[in-house]
Nanobody, 122 residues
Framework: QVQLVESGGGLVQAGDSLRVSCLDS????????MGWFRQAPGKEREFVSA????????DYADSVKGRFTISRDSATNTLYLQMNSLKPEDTAVYYC???????????????WGQGIQVTVSS
């Protein structure tokens, strides 16, 4: 059973860095693509980043490219999102997801974590 648990969120100031993690406690995502999405209050959930099952292929939304880095550790079944130079507009609930295909659409993913709050103050 896939159980995704995010951690590492919190309140930071603009310009700070933060790393969020996603643990697959069911140890089942090793050969599946994974991604990060986020949802700000009053807005639709949006794609942030994706990584192939082997980690060789990554993709980023234009809004985070150059500031965020996605990675995964298959030995610990953990997905990471390193966020640097954070901006107030990065404030959102961040969700990790396991995909049925590598992509940017929510329908490309079939398992979701519970989400974790990231707040960036100006």
């Amino acid at each position: 059973q896939v159980q995704l648990v995010e951690s590492g969120g919190g309140l930071v100031q603009a310009g700070d860095s933060l790393r969020v993690s996603c643990l697959d406690s069911g140890r089942t995502f090793v050969r599946l693509p994974m991604g990060w999405f986020r949802q700000a209050p009053g807005k639709e959930r949006e794609f942030v980043s994706a990584i192939s099952w082997g980690g060789a292929v990554v993709d980023y939304a234009d809004s985070v490219k150059g500031r965020f880095t996605i990675s995964r550790d298959s030995a610990t079944n953990t997905l990471y999102l390193q966020m640097n130079s954070l901006k107030p507009e990065d404030t959102a609930v961040y969700y990790c997801a396991v995909g049925i295909r590598f992509g940017r659409r929510s329908i490309d993913y079939n398992y979701w974590g519970q989400g974790i709050q990231v707040t960036v103050s100006s």
